[in-house]
């Protein structure tokens, strides 16, 4: 596996692979790799013949008081679950990499709903690195997963937007046995946190179960099945329970065919969201 710090560098490597016939996967990540990561990188390699991944922990996606300096970082473990997952070449551009641009990018309307609305600053931070990286890996199959749903269809509408030569590819959350989706920010919780940490994903569950056992047309109604089982761990604060169209994340006034659960709640100082999709049949 190579490293390489400079972008330039991980540029012509990319190239070079390319011109001689190769297809490129790159995988952007902050770090912090968890069993969801080596999931998406090894789907990756699977699928193309260079497995790309960056490591750089971003910070034009922190807003003021969030944990841009407390966020999990530890580069040798890093590299190892990137090698040993299949990755053959890892960018960890020097910190000025994230020096606060002249230019960036935003994503108006899906970057100011759900996360944009607590996080204002964050999907402009991301669609700025996540472009600059996409412009540096050039033509290739982009690898991100579901479970930052709203960071994957943001991502898919600044590449349509800008005509950048990527195919974006969806990888599937990856989950602990009691449910709990992996995140870096898991690390956070304290024991008693995590126990009760899988019931954003118990509440998703009941939104589904309404949508498709039960034949539930009113989201209203799938939102309170959400919010009833959320009230059910006293630990967990709700910030929101969405049941939105997966492609544009406005709100439906009606479920028919698939529509995305979304949801986002505290734990003591911890955020968590969580996502999952539903559908109903017309049979």
Request: net charge negative.
């Amino acid at each position: 596996m190579i490293v390489v710090s400079e972008p330039d560098d991980f540029r012509a490597l990319l190239e070079q692979a390319r011109s001689s016939g190769k297809s490129i996967g790159f995988h952007p990540t902050m770090g912090a790799l968890h069993g969801g990561h080596r999931a998406n990188i090894r789907q990756m390699a699977a699928e193309c013949d260079v497995a790309s991944v960056s490591i750089f922990v971003n910070p034009l996606q922190f807003g003021p008081g969030e944990d841009f300096r407390s966020y999990p970082r530890d580069l040798d473990g890093d590299l190892a679950q990137a090698q040993e997952a299949g990755a053959d070449a890892v960018l960890v551009p020097r910190a000025a990499f994230g020096e606060e641009p002249l230019t960036t990018v935003r994503v108006k309307r899906l970057g100011h709903v759900l996360e944009g609305l607590s996080r204002p600053v964050h999907f402009e931070g991301v669609a700025t690195i996540v472009t600059r990286l996409l412009s540096i890996a050039g033509p290739c199959f982009a690898y991100f997963g579901e479970k930052d749903y709203q960071q994957l269809v943001i991502v898919r509408r600044l590449v349509e937007d800008l005509s950048l030569p990527v195919v974006v590819v969806n990888c599937p959350t990856v989950r602990e046995p009691d449910g709990l989706a992996l995140s870096s920010r898991n690390s956070y919780l304290s024991k008693e946190e995590r126990r009760a940490a899988p019931a954003l994903y118990w509440a998703l569950l009941a939104g589904k179960r309404a949508i498709e056992e039960e034949g539930e047309k009113d989201p209203v109604e799938v939102r309170s099945a959400m919010e009833r089982a959320v009230s059910r761990e006293p630990l967990l604060g709700l910030d929101y329970a969405v049941v939105a169209d997966p492609g544009s994340l406005d709100e439906v006034e009606l479920v028919e065919g698939e529509v995305r659960l979304l949801i986002a709640g505290r734990l003591g100082k911890t955020r968590l969201i969580d996502n999952l999709k539903a559908a109903r049949s017309e049979a």
